[in-house]
Structures are given as C-alpha cells and as structure tokens.
Nanobody, 120 residues
Framework: QVQLVESGGGLVQPGGSLRLSCAAS????????MGWYRQAPGKQRELVAG???????NYADSVKGRFTISRDNAKMTVYLQMNSLKPEDTAVHYC??????????????WGQGTLVTVSS
C-alpha cells in the first residue's frame, strides 16, 4: 500500500516562495499521475497542478506562470515550487497520486495535507 507524506508548508510573506515535497512510500506496480490540490477555508478542494509519469504537466489558471510542478520517479517524489505567492494561495495543500497496485487495481491516494499561509 502506498502512502504519501507532504512537507514544506509554512508561513510566507506575499511575493515570497515555498517548495512543497511529497514522497511516496510502499509497494506498487506504478505511480501514474501525481498532483497537488488545495482547499481554502470555506471552499472546495481544487486542482493546483498535475504531472504524468512521462512529465506532462497541467496547471490551474490561477497559478500558471508562478508555480512549477516536477517529479523524480526514482525517488517517487513530486514537488511544487511556488513563487510570487499571494494571500489567496493560503490553503491546505494536498498531494495526490493515482497508483497501480500490485493487485493491478487503480487507486487514488491522498496525503495528509500541509498548510501554506501567505500573509504579511
């Protein structure tokens, strides 16, 4: 069973940068798409960015040009580099992965979330 553990959240001033990491552990046949979602207070969870195992990326319009998603397949880790942060980026950020288990089942796995707060 694959587990995801996020790190890198915290408090940053507007215009600042943070780098989130999400490391997968466990046994699986393959980890397909990995991504980052976020949920602000009183709002629904939304996709921030995703990346396929082949490196194809997609971003929410609100973060294009400011955030960069990347992954290291050998380390089973996905990263989110966040630059030019705005107060509206404040949210709990969750890592997500589509995992092909050793039973050849496709399952969706979530991390526990890491809080990003952008405030002066």
């Amino acid at each position: 069973q694959v587990q995801l553990v996020e790190s890198g959240g915290g408090l940053v001033q507007p215009g600042g940068s943070l780098r989130l990491s999400c490391a997968a552990s466990g046994i699986a046949l393959k980890i397909n798409t990995m991504g980052w979602y976020r949920q602000a207070p009183g709002k629904q969870r939304e996709l921030v960015a995703g990346i396929t195992s082949g490196g194809i990326t997609n971003y929410a319009d609100s973060v294009k040009g400011r955030f960069t998603i990347s992954r290291d397949n050998a380390k089973m880790t996905v990263y989110l580099q966040m630059n030019s942060l705005k107060p509206e980026d404040t949210a709990v950020h969750y890592c997500n992965a589509e995992v092909l288990t050793i039973r050849s089942e496709l399952v969706e796995v979530w991390g526990q979330g890491t809080l990003v707060t952008v405030s002066s």
